[in-house]
């Protein structure tokens, strides 16, 4: 009897620490206890550019709180760092818009046929079904410009007017271009009189200098702020109707038609215009550990980010998570976003769709 009694007491006791181990609180804490890296790369693009500052006020936050050194690699493109972060998690992560995500992740094209193959019908990227997403960061907004004396109020008044256009070494800029012409049904080449230059920042160029009537711009971009001084600019409000922001969406995935919310030069109030997210983009690599600290890190301290650099000014945790995403989110982050309550049941669809290779971004406004 007492045999009996010993071996029960000791199967009680191995019950409860089993318990103990399973609970929730216990797991938490051996999450926060597992080794984390002490440095890490956030690759990134060119220095000097908006994006670039975004990356450093990004690696800066996380360096600070997370107790992990996060430094910046930057390169000309994403195109030089997604193949080998899929293949192998190297480097571990890296700042990219939101239509490029999709083109890597999915290695297509466009998600629907565009009128005239505007981006030809070779992918940009081989998939790499690796990638993952951990928050959606600052926005971008571009625009159609012109001059502020001209006319023309939206884009499809400045249907036959000069565009400084093609970007031929700057695909995710040309796409933007292209989704705006898309709002009204345009066309660069069946449209206007096209200048072919090679990148946005060109396109600006060209317009201040008087080569060109009409430009893509970002707006509080240095760029544009530079040649409104010189020659005082407006930009065009693009569609929003139904059909116009379908089309925009095929052109460029993750990306909405909205009013700016702010002020910048050559911005009136009630302009609409093109705006997609900048992404922090990691792989199926990291692990969930590294993805759930760091999320928890830039949602707890991004306020700190906006003193860094004013194109992160207003960014809050609210945006960290989209519907319009266009690549999966990493399963460590949505650990974080589910305890904080900001991951829904829509988002679980969402997530879902992507992984199967569904595009649930489109028609999403």
């Known amino acids: 009897m ?39 790369t956030l690759a990134t693009f060119p220095i000097g550019s908006g994006n670039y500052a975004i990356s450093n006020a990004l690696a800066k936050v996380a360096s600070e709180h997370s107790g992990i050194m996060v430094v910046t690699r930057p390169g000309s493109s994403a195109s030089a760092w997604v193949g080998t972060t899929n293949a192998k998690g190297s480097p571990e992560m890296g700042l990219v818009h939101v239509l490029d995500a999709w083109w890597a992740f999915s290695g297509k094209v466009s998600p629907t046929p565009l009128p005239g193959d505007p981006y030809g019908t070779e992918p940009f990227y081989s998939p790499n079904p690796n990638l993952r997403m951990l928050i959606a960061g600052p926005s971008q907004w571009v625009g159609l410009l012109t001059e502020r004396s001209k006319p023309w109020k939206t884009i499809a008044d400045a249907k036959g007017g000069v565009l400084a256009g093609g970007f031929s070494a700057h695909p995710g800029g040309y796409a933007g271009l292209v989704a705006l012409l898309a709002t009204a049904d345009l066309l660069e080449q069946r449209d206007f009189s096209l200048i072919s230059v090679a990148t946005s920042n060109a396109s600006v160029k060209a317009y201040g200098e008087g080569r060109a009537e009409l430009a893509l711009g970002s707006a509080g971009n240095a760029a544009v702020s530079e040649a409104n001084a010189t020659r005082p600019l407006r930009f065009l409000s693009a569609s929003t109707t139904p059909e116009g922001v379908a089309r925009a969406q095929a052109a460029f995935p993750g990306s909405r038609i909205a009013v700016f919310p702010d002020e910048a030069p050559g911005v009136e109030p009630g302009t609409t215009m093109l705006t997609y997210p900048m992404l922090v983009v990691a792989s199926t690599h990291m692990s969930e550990d590294l993805a759930y600290h760091l999320t928890k890190t830039w949602w707890e301290h991004y306020r700190e980010t906006w003193p860094i650099y004013s194109g992160c000014k207003g960014w809050t945790d609210k945006d960290f998570v989209i519907r319009n995403a266009t690549i999966p989110y990493h399963e460590g982050a949505i650990r974080f976003f589910r305890e904080v309550g900001a991951w829904s049941p829509e988002m679980d669809r969402i997530q879902a769709e992507l992984l199967d290779g569904k595009y649930p971004f489109l028609n999403m406004n």
């Open 2 to 40: 007492k045999k009996l009694m010993h071996v029960m007491s000791h199967t009680a006791g191995a019950l409860m620490a089993l318990a103990l181990v399973l609970s929730p609180a216990y797991l938490c804490h051996a999450a926060e206890k597992t080794k984390l890296p002490k440095r890490i």
